[in-house]
């Protein structure tokens, strides 16, 4: 009966979301390690470790991890049915005892890799990122901002509810001039990109620019809304995609270029986003080169894409994706040789990291200074 009790007090995650983010693939991309080595990626090791090692690795705490060698140790304290690791890897850990949870991980090319820790169900702890020697550095965030973010909501005529855009401007912005501009998907979960761009443009790493933070769609149960509005082609989109280019060709862009000092030069143009955002801004770049021909797309794997690569005029690419999240990582590179093929000038840029803000945020800021540093006159 005890042992009844004891279970039903378990915390337990919805299926779906163990489904989606933790046990299937292309997010869950764990598997055990083969006798041969892997070229690239992780696999995952038996634990190897007693209830006793693991509380003392915990020390008191719920959460802890170190590197042993090529391998990447996390082992956790939660009271729960299952306890999955997120979010460069993912996928359920292995039960040592009682509430105690382990995974160990060969991960190739461990130096360069970039590693955000989190174990699910939460513990209501911040996450922690391990960052290899030669791993991107992480960004160092403002405190406090010196220029501006202005939130507007859009009573649209395209959409189908009103939609919320951030748009920061610089440090000492003036509104007689014109600024370099990044159209940003899923603005909702880049809230703090300012806060990590402006500390490059005070130390003149990045110039003085202006960010747009589109809102994604919110999905409903019946629905996936951010995908029907990002991935050009998705079965029932329901007309959602050209809904959101128009939004954004005939709301946002002569709004912001009306009141924010944004760039009518496509030269001083940037879309992008991450995963279906990052297909979002590719088919931008296709269907629109006049207006897009600089894009920073990151993490991959949407191929509708690529209908429009040989036909479009030339656009600028520079595109990222994770060893860690093979799927992703896969179409990025296969779509920088289409393009490549197309006659696009592509830049890639690739990481041991995997589907994560943690290094999207970093990578972002490699494209923006890869752009600015080769612009094109």
Not at 21 to 46: A, I, V
Not at 198 to 203: F, T, Y
Not at 251 to 277: H, K, L, Q
Request: proline letters at 7%; one cysteine or more.
């Amino acid at each position: 009966m005890l042992a009844v009790l004891a279970l039903a007090a378990m915390v337990t995650m919805p299926s779906a979301e163990r489904h989606a983010y933790y046990e299937e693939p292309e997010q869950n991309t764990l598997h055990d390690c083969r006798s041969t080595p892997e070229p690239y990626g992780e696999c995952r090791l038996p634990p190897d470790l007693t209830a006793q090692d693991v509380e003392a690795r915990l020390a008191g705490n719920d959460t802890a991890w170190w590197r042993d060698g090529d391998q990447f140790v996390v082992v956790a304290r939660r009271d729960t049915d299952q306890a999955f690791l997120c979010c460069a890897a993912r996928g359920p850990m292995d039960h040592v005892e009682g509430n105690l949870w382990a995974m160990r991980l060969r991960i190739v090319d461990l130096d360069r890799a970039t590693i955000d820790v989190s174990v699910r169900p939460g513990s209501g702890k911040t996450w922690e990122v391990y960052r290899g020697p030669g791993a991107p550095a992480g960004l160092a965030a403002a405190n406090a901002l010196q220029g501006n973010v202005h939130v507007q909501t859009i009573q649209s005529r395209f959409l189908d509810a009103p939609r919320d855009v951030a748009v920061y401007t610089p440090p000492g912005f003036d509104p007689a001039k014109t600024y370099p501009v990044v159209y940003l998907a899923d603005g909702d979960l880049r809230l703090d990109t300012p806060f990590q761009i402006e500390p490059l443009i005070l130390k003149g790493e990045l110039p003085p620019m202006v960010l747009v933070e589109l809102w994604s769609g919110q999905s409903k149960s019946d629905h996936d809304l951010r995908a029907q509005e990002y991935l050009e082609g998705w079965p029932n989109g329901g007309g959602y995609f050209l809904k959101h280019e128009s939004f954004l060709l005939n709301e946002v862009m002569p709004y912001v270029e009306r009141n924010f000092g944004a760039s009518t030069d496509p030269r001083d143009r940037i879309v992008t986003g991450f995963s279906s955002g990052g297909a979002w801004a590719i088919s931008m770049g296709l269907r629109h080169p006049g207006l897009f021909p600089n894009v920073i797309a990151q993490s991959l794997v949407w191929r509708g894409v690529e209908k429009d690569l040989d036909t479009a005029g030339a656009t600028r690419f520079f595109l990222t994706a994770g060893t860690l999240e093979p799927v992703f990582y896969d179409e990025t590179l296969r779509f920088a040789d289409r393009a490549r093929a197309s006659g696009h000038d592509v830049k890639l840029a690739t990481t041991v990291s995997g589907h994560t803000l943690t290094i999207f945020q970093p990578m972002l800021v490699e494209g923006l200074k890869w752009f600015f540093a080769n612009r094109k006159n």
